[in-house]
């Protein structure tokens, strides 16, 4: 009796251990989340946003049509309305069809693949060029901060759409004849990332000049660190705030840009058309009456475009102290 009275009392006597919270806890709990859950708008973008990733990545399986198979096209279905069915062979189309008789909706699906395949490695090959240049520039200075701020400075007084048609141009024609349609797709990334860079290298190179005089910094020097550990490992992390944002709205830039370009004719090929390639076809009917070839595909680039620049925009903000 008198064991399991102390054994009560040491029971009670223990202190009660608080486990720590899980990361979505944290997450749930966090102000990224609570502005999320109070702000309609982003809620509706960022929906819109995944399921027009989620149609480009399975635009295989969710196309009813193969629209680029030459042998499974019918001249018949040519300037079917939407939501209607096609009198002479019965198929029925839910947004229409274009010229050559292709679903229109099925050409959304795998022109929002290209158009979202260019965009995201375009943003990703810029930001890694500008993360470098800037690392470099702010954390090293001397000449060579000033060759790399010289040449964004030349870079920033032309429009970057006009530096990526130049940069596209030089490419395709060192390209041989042969191979340019199969490279079209590679080199109009390389082109875009070249014309987005500055804005990724201006940023972290002013945030690592900030970083680079703080104590932790001079502390890795006295221990012996070399300039590409402190670089990117200490002062890296710490700038990738405002590289997160810059990100995403240089994405809908560079699907604007990509849209552009092809539908100015020098972008995407016709055998790979994008929503740009899309609207340069249905601009040439809109006259002639057939206005969902050019109505559908202007608005899945209007939705695509606009959700992430919301996004972007409140991202900004979110991750901005001063307006907390």
């Known amino acids: 009796m008198d064991n399991q009275s102390s054994n009560a009392v040491e029971a009670q006597s223990e202190p009660n251990v608080v486990s720590a919270p899980s990361t979505l806890q944290r997450w749930a709990q966090s102000d990224i989340w609570y502005s999320y859950k109070r702000s309609p708008i982003i809620i509706v973008s ?4 995944t399921l027009l990733i989620f149609g480009a990545v399975f635009s295989a399986l969710l196309s009813p049509y193969t629209p ?26 839910l947004l229409g069809t274009d010229d050559q008789g292709r679903d229109v909706f099925s050409t959304i699906l795998f022109g ?3 158009s979202l395949f260019v965009g995201v490695v375009a943003v990703l090959f810029a930001m890694s060029l500008g993360v470098v240049l800037g690392l470099i ?15 964004a400075d030349i870079q920033m007084t032309f429009p970057s759409i006009m530096v990526a048609m130049l940069l596209y141009g030089i490419g395709k024609g060192l390209i041989p004849p ?38 932790y910094i001079q502390a890795g020097r006295l221990i012996g660190l070399s300039r590409w550990t402190i670089m990117l490992r200490h002062i890296l992390p710490n700038v990738t705030g405002p590289i997160l944002v810059i990100a995403t709205i240089s994405l809908a830039l ?55 620049n919301l996004f972007g925009d409140w991202l900004r903000d979110v991750l901005n102290p001063k307006l907390r």
């Open 68 to 93: 680029f198979d030459p042998s499974s096209l019918n001249l018949m279905n040519g300037f079917t309305k939407p939501l209607s069915t096609n009198e002479f062979t019965g198929d029925y189309f």
């Open 46 to 49: 960022s929906i819109t946003f």
């Open 178 to 215: 042969d191979l340019r349609d199969e490279m079209a797709i590679w080199v109009l990334i390389i082109s875009i990332g070249l014309s987005e860079w500055v804005q990724f290298a201006r940023t972290v190179r002013g945030a690592t000049m900030v970083e680079r005089e703080k104590e």
């Open 254 to 308: 560079a699907i604007i840009a990509e849209a552009t370009l092809s539908f100015l004719g020098v972008g995407a090929p016709k055998t790979e058309p994008s929503l740009g390639t899309l609207i340069n076809v249905g601009r040439q009917y809109i006259l002639s009456g057939e206005w969902w070839i050019l109505l559908f595909p202007s608005l899945t680039l209007l939705a695509l475009a606009l959700s992430v």
């Open 112 to 114: 929002l693949r290209i």
């Open 137 to 151: 520039s702010g954390y090293i200075g001397g000449w060579i901060d000033g060759v790399i701020m010289r040449i």
